[in-house]
């Protein structure tokens, strides 16, 4: 396989795991658009804190576990004011 065929090959398999992902995406907003927040809301904490357990197990940088917290909260932030829009 020649560097061209695997570079190739890498860029088929990175746009096909990114249409995965909003696939994944597509489904979960279809699925808390579907469900009260009482029913989704502990599953996307629990989501996110085995994101912050692993991110803390794999020993990541400082810098790293602070992004993964920012990015935390603003989900938290944008669930929050999802909840207050929804009363």
Known sequence: M???NAREHLDTKHERN???RIEGIKR????I??????TWGPQQNAVVNDQLDA????QTSASHQ????D???EILEV?????????
């Open 66 to 69: 602070q992004h993964v917290k």
């Open 71 to 73: 990015v935390a909260a």
């Open 79 to 87: 669930s929050d004011e999802s909840d207050t829009d929804s009363t």
């Open 28 to 31: 979960w907003v279809e699925y």
């Open 18 to 20: 990114r249409e995965q």
């Open 55 to 58: 991110a803390q197990s794999v």
């Open 33 to 38: 658009e579907s469900e009260p927040p009482d």
């Open 2 to 4: 020649s560097d061209s």
